[in-house]
């Protein structure tokens, strides 16, 4: 199923043409993107290109060098209580027990409402759990529990399931993406995994050189098989234009010129049969 943006309780977010230096470097370029409400984006891009560096800003723990961020035509200044972040790491607070990380600066009275969002995310049994009980898994849907106990109208995900084995990450995805369709915020998903931004993405934002290179619609089904053409054929078209970026220029030139046939030795690096 399709998310409806029309009945979402995400907010819309816009970046009117920011760049971010660090000193004399560069890290994103006159970026500019609009973002609907409820909609789940992917940003991908090779390690280094910005990507976390995009996120930060959007959570207002870092300001633009130049141009504006906005959520629903208002101006990020710092942090907001409708945006959450979820990192690579669940931080956890190893001193408190899983239902207190939840409710974590919430009232005192609202153990009832954390003890539900532990229920939706599979873990109402671990609630007295000490984190340090968890399996990495576990403490990511208590990551992700204690994000959705503030009822985010966003929520940024910094490749929160980058250090998860393939099985678990799988789950994790299935998990966010159940949770967006019913609860309606906007995700912005930073990941280094592309079938990942295709499995679970709206849109898929290439970042290189620090620009937009490609922004791609993903109209696929819900809930998505990887292993169809369609999946594929999105999959590929992301892969390709990342790789086509970084081949030596020696490599594209044989190619073009279909010289490597002919000289034994490159065929090999070239993949040519
Ligand atoms: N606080 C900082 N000071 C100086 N340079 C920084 C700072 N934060 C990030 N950078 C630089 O900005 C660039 C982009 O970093 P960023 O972490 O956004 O990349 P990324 O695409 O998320 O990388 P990865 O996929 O490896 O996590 C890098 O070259 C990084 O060294």
């Known amino acids: 199923m399709t998310q409806i943006f029309q009945t979402s309780n995400g907010l819309r977010l816009s970046l009117n043409n920011i760049s971010k230096n ?9 970026v500019g993107l609009n973002i609907e409400p409820g909609q789940f984006v ?3 891009g090779r390690s280094g290109c910005g990507k976390s560096t995009l996120l930060r800003l959007v959570a207002g723990l870092e300001k633009t060098s ?3 961020i906005q959520m629903d035509a208002q101006p990020v200044q710092g942090l907001s209580d409708d945006v959450r972040v979820m990192f690579q790491e669940a931080r956890l607070l190893p001193w408190r027990k899983v239902i207190d990380n939840v409710a974590l600066g919430l009232p005192k ?11 939706r995310v599979g873990l109402e049994e671990r609630a007295q759990d000490w984190p340090a009980k968890l399996s990495g898994g576990q403490r990511q849907r208590v990551a992700l529990a204690r994000a959705l106990v503030h009822q985010p109208k966003l929520l940024l995900l910094d490749e929160p399931l980058g250090a998860l084995d393939a099985l678990t990450r799988i789950e994790m995805q299935q998990l966010i ?10 995700a912005l998903l930073v990941t280094h995994d592309v ?21 791609l619609k993903i ?37 073009q010129t279909s010289v490597p046939r002919k000289i034994k030795g490159l065929d090999l690096a070239l993949g040519a049969g």
């Not at 009275?109 to 229920?119: G, I, R, T, Y």
């Not at 079938?195 to 922004?215: C, F, K, P, S």
């Open 22 to 30: 660090y000193g004399v470097r560069s890290v994103l370029n006159d």
């Open 66 to 68: 130049e141009g504006t």
């Open 109 to 119: 009275n609202a153990l009832e409402k954390a003890s539900q969002v532990l229920k």
């Open 219 to 255: 109209d696929l089904v819900r809930p998505r098989a990887h292993g169809t053409v369609e999946f594929a054929a999105l999959e590929k078209e992301i892969l390709d234009r990342v790789l086509q970026k970084k081949k030596p220029a020696l490599i594209t030139h044989l190619e």
């Open 177 to 186: 993406e159940g949770l967006w369709e019913n609860e309606g915020f906007t």
């Open 195 to 215: 079938q990942e931004a295709v499995a679970l993405a709206d849109r898929v934002i290439l970042i290189e050189d620090g620009q937009v290179a490609l922004d």
């Open 42 to 44: 992917a940003i991908v």
